[in-house]
């Protein structure tokens, strides 16, 4: 095993104070500085122009409604997809709801999903990066209202548009898909087909990044501007996991180490590394209280996922009818959006696809050894079973008390021993090229 000096880490045992130097990837920067604030403000102004995005809203208007909505998205995403040189396609994903609660009869709902496809046929992975284009007020079966779902969630839309515009003129080993879905107010219909469809087809989906509500800098009791906190939701125990599964991780203290967990590490590290001025804040829940989102049905179906909200909510401008009571204004209107906030969250999305989708893939069959009582840890694990080779890899650790990785072991061999104790410190293992792009990180199981 050989140990070098980390060339893209500085250890910091206290992440909130340690200043920490990185080594940022040009071309990432590049398409990072490239999100505009003025086009994001663009694409919410004109969402929110067809009054109407409900999903069970008209679909025939070419100006109003949820049909015009989504014809709009799909011929912007084919002009991006015109500067991919082949490599980006757009479709719509289109399926029958069935009656339900809210929705009062069955009726034929489309996503759209603007596909880049990876340029390495050996890599199989898919990100996915999403925003829901449906708006509500406070009668949700309300369809024919003004509802203009600025920041819930044209914010998201515009996000995910705004990444598919700047990435489609570049390539990646790695598949990305750039989705707006519908149905997320009646009951996360749009991101519940995608996720049905990529288990049935088996999609190699390692990363599902949901973006709503994302546009606010002020909370609903506080006059406190906050435009540098974005929250990222994840689960601990995972949502799909067997009892068995679930009874190994328990044993393992790893109630803390799901893969989503570590996605939500790994967006903190990567976008707090691109994007100046910018918080991460980890939030150990999958969701607000009494709210839910896209990233659910991911998570429900075995995959990885997040949610990313904007730090302090004003349900003022959430679900509400556009009025003036009392002197308070309700609506979720686009004069109440931080745009420069929006570009800053989507600069933290895509520094964070852009380095997953040019990192190999995660280390394979990672294992702690166990059959010796000793205060040494030995780790080992395999070569990725699809995509390029990696340079090398980093062995991560942190105490177990801490929410972050706090330091970082390059090595070039698929062992490694360290002296720590496997007792007293978490660890993991992720792959690297020689560029410095690192794949998710794998907590590893215990193997004698």
Do not use: C
């Amino acid at each position: 095993m050989k140990y070098i000096i980390p060339f893209l880490f500085l250890i910091a045992t206290f992440p909130a104070t340690a200043q920490t130097i990185v080594k940022q990837d040009a071309g990432i920067k590049q398409m990072v500085d490239e999100v505009s604030a003025k086009n994001i403000e663009a694409t919410i102004r004109k969402l929110v122009s067809f009054k109407s995005r409900h999903t069970l809203s008209d679909t025939s208007s070419k100006t109003t409604g949820s049909g015009a909505a989504r014809n709009w998205i799909k011929d912007e995403m084919e002009k991006y997809a015109a500067e991919s040189n082949g490599r980006m396609t757009v479709q719509f994903d289109t399926f029958t709801q069935p009656k339900s609660q809210r929705v009062d009869k069955p009726i034929k709902l489309k996503n759209v999903l603007a596909i880049l496809k990876g340029t390495d046929p050996n890599d199989t992975r898919v990100y996915l990066v999403s925003g829901h284009y449906d708006s509500r007020i406070n009668d949700v079966m309300d369809a024919n209202g003004v509802e203009p779902g600025a920041n819930d969630d044209a914010s998201g839309t515009a996000l995910s548009m705004e990444l598919a515009r700047v990435m489609a003129k570049r390539s990646f080993p790695a598949t990305i898909i750039f989705m707006t879905v519908v149905g997320e107010e009646q009951g996360l219909y749009g991101s519940g087909n995608v996720a049905k469809r990529a288990k049935a087809e088996n999609w190699n989906v390692d990363a599902m990044l949901n973006n709503d509500i994302v546009g606010n800098t002020y909370g609903m009791e506080t006059d406190l501007k906050d435009n540098r906190s974005v929250r990222v939701f994840s689960d601990g125990v995972p949502t799909a996991a067997t009892d068995k599964q679930v009874a190994a991780l328990k044993s393992l203290g790893g109630e803390n180490d799901s893969p989503s967990r570590q996605l939500a590490r790994y967006a903190k590290e990567i976008g707090e590394r691109y994007v100046d001025q910018l918080d991460v804040k980890l939030i150990y829940r999958r969701d607000r209280y009494l709210r839910g989102g896209d990233h659910l049905p991911f998570l429900e179906q075995g995959f990885t996922a997040v949610r990313f909200t904007e730090m302090n909510e004003n349900f003022n401008r959430q679900h509400q009818n556009i009025r003036t009571e009392n002197g308070v204004e309700y609506g979720d209107l686009p004069d109440f959006v931080d745009f420069n906030y929006v570009q800053k969250v989507a600069r933290m999305n895509l520094s964070v696809l852009a380095n997953l989708a040019s990192a190999p893939a995660e280390p394979q069959n990672v294992g702690i050894i166990t059959s010796d009582l000793t205060n040494k840890t030995k780790l080992k694990w395999e070569v990725p079973a699809t995509g390029k080779k990696p340079a090398g890899y980093y062995v991560l650790m942190r105490e177990t008390i801490s929410p972050y990785w706090e330091k970082k072991f390059y090595v070039t061999d698929t062992t490694a021993t360290l002296n720590y104790s496997k007792d007293n410190y978490f660890f993991a293992v992720q792959s690297v090229d020689g560029d410095g792009h690192e794949s998710l990180p794998v907590f590893p199981k215990p193997v004698r």
